[in-house]
């Protein structure tokens, strides 16, 4: 059964870090690109990261450029995001989304559960 | 950026109705479209790729399509299950983008 299971969300202060991990299983991680989506309370989704299947090409969501990290060890089955300089905004579940059809990311057949970010300010 | 925009925000209906959901994107997007179902407390669930591709598992009361520059998700005959937010997702430019959503709710 493909499955993917975020951790390391929880409660951090305004400007401070925070490192989510995604584990996967039931499918070659290496195949498949992958992302991270949020959804802030009452709100919509919204894409945040996404890495091909090598690790080699990254893309970001304008609000998150230059403050958060995605990578990937295929070796290990994890995805990962580095999140720095949180702010207030970045409060959300953040979902691991993997991608449908392989190399780049497009779009999402299986999701996680979800992690709860929580930056006070 | 591309800005996708759903119609309706809100849409009340009754079991058994036809629902047409909008989706429309700032910019040529050619087919690179798809629709997820989203519930309270539940991941996203992928309904329909490519605009039109049924993604397996997904009843056939659900289908896409696209007329120019709309692209419309349609459910043929609502079902108590079928109340939740639709929300569709541009994949031709990065950033990828979604829509803000359609609650759909029991009449």
């Known amino acids: 059964e493909v499955q993917v299971v975020e951790s390391g969300g929880g409660l951090v202060q305004s400007g401070g870090s925070l490192r989510l991990s995604c584990a996967a299983s039931g499918f070659t991680l290496s195949a498949y690109a992958m992302s991270w989506v949020r959804q802030a309370q009452g709100k919509g989704l919204e894409w945040v990261s996404g890495?091909?299947?090598?690790?080699?090409?990254?893309n970001y969501a304008d609000s998150v450029k230059g403050r958060f990290t995605i990578s990937r060890d295929n070796s290990e089955n994890t995805l990962y995001l580095q999140m720095n300089s949180l702010r207030a905004e970045d409060t959300a579940v953040y979902y691991c989304?993997?991608?449908?059809?392989?190399?780049?990311?497009?779009?999402?057949?299986?999701w996680g559960q979800g992690t709860l970010v929580t930056v006070s300010s | 950026d591309i800005q996708m925009t759903q119609s309706p925000s809100t849409l009340s209906a009754s079991v058994g109705d036809r629902v047409t959901i909008t989706c429309r994107a700032s910019?040529?997007?050619?087919?690179?479209l798809a629709w997820y179902q989203k519930k309270p407390g539940k991941a996203p669930k992928l309904l329909i790729y490519?605009?039109?591709s049924l993604e397996g598992g997904v009843p056939s009361r659900f289908s896409g399509s696209v007329s120019g520059a709309e692209f419309t998700l349609t459910i043929s005959s609502l079902q108590p299950d079928d109340f939740a937010t639709y929300y569709c997702q541009q994949h031709h430019t990065f950033p990828l983008t979604f829509g803000q959503g359609t609650k759909v709710e029991i009449k």
């Open positions: 490519k605009a039109s």
């Open positions: 910019q040529s997007i050619g087919m690179s």
């Open positions: 890495i091909s299947s090598t690790g080699d090409n990254t």
């Open positions: 989304a993997k991608d449908r059809e392989g190399g780049i990311p497009d779009y999402f057949d299986n």
